[in-house]
């Protein structure tokens, strides 16, 4: 599997991006797709995930309503839209897949050890 992210750049408070990880190498009806970041200095973060079957999705707290991630099944693409972004969100953010179960929720797919699979980072700069 591999996966090419693309999308970041300067951005200032207020404004928007759009990050878009294409995929590659295998069909992905059983992943999950995700997106973490990583500022300076910090540990990387889960910000959100897809299931590719069905679209359900999981947000951490601090982009809930402001981050809506998607997807693209016929171009293997997944997308995060990034609106209202604070000079926190900067940070290199990385997409990521993993084998999905059927069986399990969404929600529990936030650990960075649960991806199998992750990108070349994309920077985000978000300017006060």
């Known amino acids: 599997v591999q996966l090419q992210a693309s999308g970041g750049g300067l951005v200032q408070a207020g404004g928007s991006l759009r990050l878009s990880c294409t995929a590659s190498g295998r069909t992905f009806s059983n992943f999950a797709m995700g997106w973490f970041r990583q500022a300076p200095g910090k540990e990387r973060e889960f910000v959100a995930t897809i299931r590719w079957s069905d679209g359900s999705t999981y947000y951490t707290d601090s982009v809930k309503g402001r981050f809506t991630i998607s997807r693209d099944m016929a171009k293997n693409t997944v997308y995060l839209q990034m609106n209202s972004l604070k000079p926190e969100d900067t940070a290199v953010y990385y997409c990521?897949?993993?084998?999905?179960?059927?069986?399990?929720?969404?929600?529990?797919?936030?650990?960075?050890?649960?991806?199998?699979?992750w990108g070349q980072g994309t920077q985000v700069t978000v300017s006060s």
């Open positions: 990521a897949a993993s084998h999905f179960a059927s069986y399990r929720s969404i929600a529990t797919m936030t650990q960075g050890p649960e991806y199998a699979y």
